[in-house]
Nanobody, 127 residues
Framework: QVQLVESGGGLVQAGGSLRLSCAASGRLVSSAIMAWFRQAPGKEREFVATVRWSTGYTDYAGSVKGRFTISRDNAKNTVYLQMNSLKPEDTAVYHC????????????????????WGQGAQVTVSA
């Protein structure tokens, strides 16, 4: 497991942008997969985006595709989530997650695929 620390959350008006960062302690192995999930009040945690550490391959939830971009900086051990054209329905606590050795049992869109989690960053989008 690795320790993950998110930053960059805040309050923004609809249509605005925010960038979340997730710094990982320790060295991430090439097989690592990083992801962002979010959880709104009264709702289940949902997948947002994922990136493979070695190849940079990305995948997005349909609700954010075209608006959000996940990226990674290998030298800084950091994953980013650039969020543009934000909507009130994007309001949630955003969590960074990591899987060092993905077994393939669970889809990368499932939170069960990840074994390390950050504490979360609040993102609030006002109408």
């Amino acid at each position: 497991q690795v320790q993950l620390v998110e930053s960059g959350g805040g309050l923004v008006q609809a249509g605005g942008s925010l960038r979340l960062s997730c710094a990982a302690s320790g060295r991430l192995v090439s097989s690592a997969i990083m992801a962002w999930f979010r959880q709104a009040p009264g709702k289940e945690r949902e997948f947002v985006a994922t990136v493979r550490w070695s190849t940079g391959y990305t995948d997005y939830a349909g609700s954010v595709k075209g608006r959000f971009t996940i990226s990674r900086d290998n030298a800084k051990n950091t994953v980013y989530l650039q969020m543009n054209s934000l909507k009130p329905e994007d309001t949630a606590v955003y969590h960074c997650a990591a899987s060092l050795f993905h077994s393939g049992i669970y889809s990368l869109r499932s939170d069960r695929a990840y074994d390390s989690w950050g504490q979360g960053a609040q993102v609030t989008v006002s109408a």
